[in-house]
Each structure stands twice: as C-alpha cells, then as structure tokens.
C-alpha cells in the first residue's frame, strides 16, 4: 500500500502539493510499465483531510482506518459554513466516477507514504531523499503569569511584580534548557501576550505558549519535565500557571522499513539522509497497525502550507523512484 | 504660591486626591490663624486638567502659565464627546461663584507644590516627607522585529529568523543595560506583541515598547545612547526599528528650594527623605519661570490614578504643616 495526500490546501484554493497521489500513481505506472509482477497487491491510498483545513480534526482518513476515530462521529463534523463532512464526502462521491466503497481497518503487509519535507534540512545538506525514521513527538503548553500592574515611572523595580519580565526571564531560562548541539530539539513561543498592553503600566499579566518537538521519548520526556520547574524558578515573585493541552509522543518506524527506503535510495544511487518528520502525517495512525515507511523530497526554503511550496520535477521523480523500487520489494515479499 | 491639582480622575468619577488643594488652603489657613504676616503674598493655584483624563494633553494650566502652550489652542481641544475645553471652562466659571479672571505669566517669586508620592518609597522607607528634588527624565521607544514566519515543527531553529525570540534576547539585554544597585532607573516593556501569533507558527513580527526613566539627564542619556545599539546586536538575524516618540528630559528643582523643604521637614521632627517624582507634575512647568519645590507624602501600596488611592490623615496633616513652614520661610524673604 502506498500513501498520500493533498499536501496543501492553502486559502487561495491552490492543490499544490498531491505529490502523495501523483507521486504513487508514477511509481505504479513505473512498475507496471517495467512488467515486474509483484506476490503481493499494491493499493494507492488518498486519505481524507490529512491537513484538517476545511474540517478538524486532520489525519482524519488513517485516523479512521486504525480505529482510533469513530467513523459516523467524524461525517458529522461541520465546516465553519455548517456542511457536514459527511454530506460533501457524498457529493464528491457523486461525482467522480469509478470510485467503489471499501471497507476499512484490513490487514496490510507494508505502507511507505512519499511526501514533501515541508522543512529545509534537504535542501540545506543538498540530498535528495530523506528517509523518514519517525515522527517526532510534540506537545503544547500554556503559561500563564499574573503579577501586579503598576506605574511606570514610580514604582521601584525591585518592588514589582511585572508579569512580562517574567515571561521574558522564562523563555530566556527555556532557550537554554532546551539548547541542543545537534539542533534536533524544536523550541517554538508562538503566543506571547502581555497586558494592559500600555507602555507606561507595569505590565500585570502575561501568556506564552510553547511548541516542543522531539523525535526521543527519552529526551523529549526529559524535557517536558523540566518546563514547569523552569518557569516557576523564573517567576520573579508573580504567580504561575501552566496547563499542556497536547501531548503526542514521537513515532519510531519500523527499522526494517527505514532500512528498505535508505537501501533502494542507495541502490538508485539518490543521495539520501535519516532525518525524522517535523510534522505529523498519516503514516503515524497507519505505523499503529502496519510496517510503515515515509520518502520525503526537498521543497524550496522548506515552505509548506503556503501557495509559494514547490518542489522540482527531477527531486520529485528521484522520489517517485525509490518510492516504486521500495514497492517492488515489499510487495515481493513472502 | 502654592500649587496644586486634582491627583485621580478615575472611570468612575471620584475625585479622592485633591491634596494639593485642600493641604494648601490647611497651610494658609494655619498661618491666618497663628497670626503670621508675611512679606510677600502668598496664592494658591489649582490648575486645570493636570492629569490629562478628560482632555489631552495634561499639565495644561502650567503649559499655558510659562507660555509653552498657546491658551486660546488649548480652549478649542475637544473631549470625547466633543464638548469644547473653552465651552466646559466658562460652564464651569459661570456656575462657580467668587472666582475672578486672572492674567497669567505673572512673576512668582516660588512656588511649593504638595502632592501624594504616587510611589511606595515613602511607605517602604517609613517616612512621612518625600522632599523631591526633581522630576525624573522620561523617554519612549517603540522597537519593531521582522523576522520569518516558519513551520514550528520542520525549520531548525539555526535557520529561524525568530522575532518574538529576537524581541526576549533584547528585553534581557536591556535588562542588563539598565540594572542599577541603587534601584533608580525605571525600565519598563508595557507592549509586548508577537505575529501572527500561532503556537505552531514561528513568530515573524515582534513589537515591544521601552519607557525609560531616571532623574539624572547623564545617566538617562547613556543609556539612551545603548538602546539602540543594544537591540541591534540582539536581532538574532532579524531586522529591527527603533524609533523613539517621546523624550522628556529631567528636571532638577532649585537646590535652595530643596533645601528649605528639607530644613522645615526637619525642624518639624517629622522623618523625610529626598527623591526625585517619577510622574511629571506641574511643579515641572512652573520649574521653567520660579524656584520650585515639591512636598510628598506617602500614598498606601503607591497605588495612584486608582479608586484604591489612600493616604493616612496624619500623613497628609504633616504635609500641610511641612508646606505651611516653607510657605513662611520663602514669604518672609526680602
């Protein structure tokens, strides 16, 4: 079985990035064209709202077909304009032709998803093919910091409690936990809001949150066990709050399907290197039910999500290549 | 003369400070009633608008008094609801009785103006007399972080143009610049603001504001010279603006005026210490034409321009009773 699907789906309305779909139908023309016959059945799989843009929550399809989501509760979610998913799924239905109902949750011997990275490091170490070991895990926190609102220009700063300079004190104390030589770990403080938001007031409370991603149980756990020490040790007399809304733990793929993908790369003579997934993917529901593999191809300056991704055509036919060789071989097992 | 004004105007429309006032008719009542006839006349102001609640800018009496503020401009500011300063003035004159017109610009041989300290030193410092020496300097920046928006869970983090983190590296930075032993400059960032303001989106713009304080022009002008450069070399890559739209710079209070404050404070037994306003004040403005002095007293938790504002009877009693002796002392000069 070999996965995708529609990349991007930015607001434009642009499908940029089917290289799941278009990129397995290439490797199926390829191998049917080459007349190799394979002891096992290869299926191409378009899972349904893998980025979540139109209907949340993403990973929607493979989330699903492992089981982890129900099926009826997930055709009645709504879009912000009120249709049920459930409804447009059948209007589409309706109208593409040749599409017959299958069932889902079947057994399935191997599953190699091909996608963009939709990061730089490719494009930065100049290969072509990355060989996905895994997804990283991610979580989310939220800290929230409340102090004293105060004058500007009279109250002593040793006598405050100014939540800013302690959200600032925390991030500070946050970048150095989770400094790392081998730029793996992935600090990110998206929110970062303070108030009244006036310049002359003692800023009295303050909010940031923190994405962290680590392709380690192990050091991602490490981390994670720390956040809220640091924050509090850094509080500077305010009170602290901090709440994690997400917690997903890092994906290991299977070793055996890695090392297929980083062989036939090799064999194809595609400079290729082991580098987990940034982002999550469908092919970590299926990983839960079956061998699973990814190739991920450059894509300029690592955007994704954007009506500027792009990818070449000779990245995106090295990646169709070893998805097709690594099909073959799978499929040729006993 | 003594001056004075009306301290809070807070939302609900109370107005709990008129110190200035009523401590300046205690002083001459007091003096009336011992019987003290002085060389000089002795006049109590109380300005219009100080506070700038209603209409803006504050300290407009005092602006127009030393003539850095054209008088019939000032008449034809409108309020919120448009009511005209000139109209709410005369509707005001009209309905309040014994008040005569009076030039202005006139020569004043000094002036003392009591006032709540707005501040907690007094109260911490367990003195009843703050004896201020000046008003300090005040300077705003508004510094402006163009990074990169990126994926938080692809783009390493050596590769981000991360402005919200460029905008913590400056805050601690300025942190650093501004730290003093003495605790006397004021180092406030009231408005911290990042974009697009997603947890799984690296920040790609990033705004703080700096209000900057100290009485001391040397010292306020040196590390005025440091904020941009400072900012600058913690861009982390990004680009940076720093634009400064106020700059007020420090006043310093005639030191004979000062030291009668200080001499009447004392020969009151009452515990006093010297400090500079860190509010501006109309003392600021009359500071231009006479010898000036300003008399403080301890406002509880330093809390100002609140419901909350508080001052102890006996507090505000030897206030009026510090500033009754200067009143003497200066009106008896030849």
Chains 1, 2 share one sequence.
Request: hydrophobic share 40%.
């Amino acid at each position: 079985m070999t996965g995708s699907h529609l990349d991007s789906q930015p607001k434009g309305g642009k499908y940029d990035g089917a290289y799941g779909v278009v990129g397995g139908f290439e490797a199926l023309e390829a191998i049917e064209r080459a007349g190799i016959e394979t002891r096992r059945p290869i299926e191409l799989v378009a899972w349904t709202n893998e980025e979540g843009g139109r209907y949340q929550p993403g990973v929607m399809g493979s989330g699903v077909f492992v089981g982890d989501m129900n099926f009826e509760a997930q055709l009645d979610i709504l879009d912000r304009d009120g249709v049920r998913l459930g409804d447009a799924l059948a209007e589409t239905l309706a109208s593409t032709p040749g599409i017959a109902r299958r069932s889902f949750g079947f057994p399935i011997a191997s599953y190699v998803e091909a996608h963009i990275e939709q990061g730089p490091r490719l494009e930065n170490e100049n290969k072509t093919i990355g060989v996905v070991t895994g997804i990283q895990g991610m979580c989310w926190y939220i800290v929230e910091i409340s102090g004293d609102e105060a004058h500007a220009g009279t109250a002593p700063l040793r006598s405050r409690r100014d939540a800013a300079k302690a959200a600032v004190s925390m991030v500070s104390a946050l970048e150095e936990l989770t400094a790392d030589e081998t730029d793996t770990v992935r600090f990110t403080v998206g929110r970062f809001e303070v108030g009244p938001g006036s310049p002359n007031t003692v800023p009295g409370s303050a909010l940031f949150s923190i994405d962290l991603r680590h392709p380690e149980a192990r050091v991602l756990e490490k981390l994670m066990a720390e956040i809220e020490p640091v924050c509090r040790a850094n509080a500077r007399g305010c009170d602290v709050s901090v709440r994690r809304p997400m917690n997903t733990p890092p994906i290991v793929f299977n070793s055996t399907m890695v090392d297929v993908v980083r062989r036939q790369a090799g064999a194809l003579g595609i400079p290729a290197m082991d580098m987990p997934s940034g982002a999550g993917h469908d092919a970590g529901y299926v990983s839960r039910v079956a061998p699973t593999a990814m190739i991920f191809v450059p894509c300029a300056k690592g955007l994704s999500h954007n009506e500027a991704e792009s990818a070449t055509p000779s990245d995106l036919a090295a990646g169709a290549a070893t998805l097709a060789a690594c099909l073959v071989e799978l499929a040729d097992k006993g």
